[in-house]
């Protein structure tokens, strides 16, 4: 971390403000995700804010952590909370510059610096700019997202706040380096780039990463999307690991990610997609997402689901010195696909199925019962922080190549010739009344149970439930996490609605398939499920109840 000398900023007085609250401020699947207008409506963000404050206990004098992906609306968030942290009795608070800290860097300082939380300002994936979206989320000492019980707690607060606390004070430089005061708050402008890769030379080879780089054998794109990891990804491939400079695109970061959604599947980064197709590919292709947690990997031509890439990485991890001691479990969100399970069969170690979304990884990580996690919505993580992290996975796809020397292609269908492959995709039905898709998942809570022992085509039904999680560490219990049918054969449908959506409901359709035999594993993954694609529209009564034909969005 550099600072300069402490500057001390004029006193300045705390101002009490009468507010009234937001009905609507409860937390999703990751933190506050609304319109960027709605977090400008006067009082909307600092009554979050000051929920926050109200619902812990113990900050005072102590560490935050504060950034946000650089989006819209991103710096004007950041001196309003830090106004209202040092009215709040904060002790110092972390600041990245510019504003700046990817998602899983500011888990990694909570973490470092001991700090009692961190306020992420991030809509993740969703677009940016006057017309996007923003969110806000709040990571709690272990570096992680909020478990439910805290954003519970802060949803309490923002129903009943009547006033909030924030200094009358002029803007905070936060483009320079070093440390000064509000009032009796150190501000720290740190470099954002800095202890997180600090913390990858410590799990990867990088000389070994170099070594491929400098063979000139091995080519490389990684597309930053306009988002928050260009400049990480600058620092770390390029620099660090003497990648060429053409090898990190769209690495600055932009209000609006360049009027795209930062969001890293096939859909949305179709521009490395198409690079990645093309006569003269790179050998390895990536890409993350708005706050930099999610991950895409690409070989030449050739797409790695991110469920494949979870257990991938889990069955190379011996060939990465970070990881080389062994996995002490693996856990992956319920409607992820089941290849992880396979490899941690193979290795002996268990496995853990849990809700969608990050924080229900938190007590497994916690308590050493997995190393490598990970999710569909192209997220993989491990317990060298406590959020999923994009470059982390990047990396630990170049250290296995570096080691195996094989291509990302050939080491994927090497894992389906030894495991099976599990052909997955996620059918989405956005923009939906809220109203109609919640009566979609209504009836099928009803007339699921029903299903045991039917048949779908040639699978038949061995278990149909709402799924549930009892958590193995604190025994909380999460209930109505989605409706699940599992066939004898593997085969897989599983339905939910999102958790991070702005706009009316998204029905998210999870469709799986087994296949063991290796002449069988080349076929077109939507050909694959066609079937079951079928059968899970006929099930629900998605045309009927919806109008809609098909999915808007394939991943
Ligand atoms: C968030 C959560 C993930 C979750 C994803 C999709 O990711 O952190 O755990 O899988 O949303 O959630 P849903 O299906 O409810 O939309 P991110 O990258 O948006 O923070």
């Known amino acids: 971390m550099s600072a300069n000398g402490p500057s001390l900023l004029r006193t300045v007085a705390v101002k009490t403000i009468s507010t009234r609250p937001f009905e609507d401020q409860r937390p999703g699947t990751s933190g506050l995700r609304k ?26 004098d102590a560490t935050l952590v504060l950034g946000g992906d650089g989006r819209f609306h991103n710096r004007e968030a950041i001196q309003s909370i830090l106004k209202i942290g040092a009215a709040n009795g904060v002790g110092r608070v972390l600041l990245g510059r510019g504003g700046i800290l ?7 300082l909570i973490r470092k610096y001991s700090a009692f939380g961190g306020i992420i300002l991030s809509a993740s994936h969703n677009p940016g700019g006057p017309e996007g979206d923003f969110g806000v989320k709040f990571n709690v000492s272990n570096g992680g997202p909020a478990p439910e019980s805290v954003t519970e707690a802060i949803y309490a607060q923002s129903r009943n706040i009547r006033s909030y606390r924030i200094f009358d004070a002029a803007d905070v430089d936060i483009d320079q380096l070093g440390c000064m005061h509000l009032d009796r708050m150190a501000i720290e402008v740190i470099n954002p780039v800095a202890d997180y890769a600090g913390l990858m030379e410590k799990l990867f080879d990088f000389d070994a990463i170099s070594e ?6 091995f080519r490389m794109r990684y597309d930053a999307m306009h988002a928050v990891t260009g400049p990480y990804a600058h620092e770390i491939l390029e620099r660090r690991l003497g990648a060429p400079a053409e090898t990190v695109v769209n690495g600055e970061p932009l209000l609006d990610f360049g009027g ?53 990485l889990a069955a190379n991890a011996r060939f990465v010195s970070g990881y080389s001691e062994g996995l002490s ?6 409607p992820t696909s089941r290849a992880v399970d396979r490899v941690a069969a193979h290795l002996h170690i268990p496995h853990y199925e849990t809700p969608t979304g990050w924080k229900y990884f ?112 604190d025994r909380s219990l999460t209930e109505h996490q989605g409706l699940r049918i599992v066939c004898s054969d593997e085969a897989r449908i599983v339905y939910r609605l999102s958790g991070t959506g702005t706009e009316g409901a998204t029905l998210r359709i999870y469709l ?44």
């Open 35 to 60: 319109k960027v207008s709605e977090f400008q409506v006067p009082h909307y963000l600092e009554n979050f804010v000051q929920s926050i404050f109200n619902s812990l206990e113990g900050f005072r």
């Open 102 to 108: 990817s998602t899983p860097a500011v888990s990694c």
């Open 212 to 217: 491929l780089f400098a063979s000139g054998s």
């Open 260 to 312: 795209k959604s930062p969001d890293p599947n096939l859909v949305y980064a179709h521009d490395l997609v198409a690079a990645m197709s093309g006569r003269e590919a790179p050998d390895f292709g990536a890409a993350s997402d708005g706050d930099g947690d999610r991950n895409m990997i690409l070989g030449r031509r050739f797409f790695v689901t991110p469920s494949d890439s979870l257990a991938v």
């Open 329 to 334: 479990g693996v856990a992956r969100s319920m």
């Open 362 to 473: 938190g007590n497994l990580l916690d308590a050493g019962k997995i190393t490598l996690c990970g999710e569909e919505s192209f997220g993989t993580g491990s317990d060298h922080v406590r959020e999923k992290d994009g470059l982390w996975a990047v990396l630990f796809w170049l250290n296995i190549l570096s080691a195996r020397r094989s291509s990302v292609e050939q080491l994927t269908r090497a894992h389906w010739r030894e495991y099976g492959r599990h052909y997955y995709s996620r059918h989405d039905y956005e923009g939906l009344d809220k109203e109609v898709a919640e009566r979609v998942i209504a009836d099928l809570q009803e007339s699921i149970a029903a299903l045991k022992g039917q048949r779908i085509g040639t699978h038949e039904v061995t278990l149909s439930d709402d799924f549930s999680y009892l958590d193995p560490v």
């Open 512 to 555: 799986e398939r087994y296949e063991r035999d290796p002449s069988r594993q080349d076929l077109d993954c939507q050909a694959a499920l066609a079937d079951l694609a079928a059968a899970a529209r006929q099930i629900a009564r998605i045309e009927e109840k919806t109008g809609r034909r098909r999915p808007s969005l394939i991943t």
